[in-house]
């Protein structure tokens, strides 16, 4: 019976899988070595596996070194879905969410919901966003969902708290 393979204390594959993505250098450095591989004759086929992605993928990083030498290795700018709101426009939703209230706006709450979010958006900037999306782009800003605690005008504190006292003694 063999050995039991070397396993990597405090890392998780997943975590050390992610720094290759999020570090330009280790990124640029693993797809230099697959050029380097397939210039050694290797099939792309073959690598596939080895550095987790298409064959189809190798053979594009091999033409772009080809023609842009190591530069054809970094990622280009512009990749994704554009942002439908302006970096203005995200600052000011950020400054609005921390500053201010719906009440200040017409709105009959005092918490921004992902719903009112979508109205003020549409009103203000005239761009809609989906009920799924807004959330992202709360996180996006640094902020979390919270569930809304109702506030009742009509309700008076004082009797609120002697209730809470009763309360109290009963238990």
Same mark, same amino acid.
């Given at each position: ?12 594959? /997943?975590?050390? &899988? ?7 250098? $280790? ?5 230099? $070595?697959?050029? $380097?591989?397939?210039?050694l ?8 596996a ?12 091999? /033409? ?7 530069d ?11 942002? &439908? ?37 549409? &009103? ?9 999306h ?6 996006k ?7 809304? &605690?109702?506030? $009742? ?17 009963n238990s």
């Amino acid at each position: 019976m063999g050995r039991k393979p070397r396993g990597v204390n405090g890392y998780t594959p /997943d975590q050390i &899988k992610a720094l290759f993505n999020s570090e330009d250098k $280790y990124k640029i450095g693993l797809r230099l $070595y697959a050029v $380097y591989q397939v210039s050694l004759g290797k099939p792309s086929r073959e690598l596939e596996a080895l550095y987790n992605t298409s064959f189809k993928q190798i053979l594009n990083w091999v /033409d772009r070194f080809e023609k842009e030498g190591i530069d054809g290795l970094r990622d280009k700018e512009g990749r994704g879905r554009k942002p &439908k709101l302006t970096p203005t426009q995200m600052q000011r939703l950020g400054e609005l969410l921390d500053e201010e209230s719906p009440t200040d706006y017409g709105y009959n709450t005092e918490r921004w919901t992902g719903p009112l979010l979508i109205d003020w958006i549409d &009103k203000e900037f005239g761009v809609h966003y989906e009920r799924a999306h807004i959330y992202n782009l709360i996180a996006k800003l640094g902020f979390s969902y919270q569930k809304a &605690k109702g506030i $009742y005008p009509e309700a008076d504190p004082a009797e609120q708290q002697a209730f809470k006292e009763t309360l109290k003694k009963n238990s």
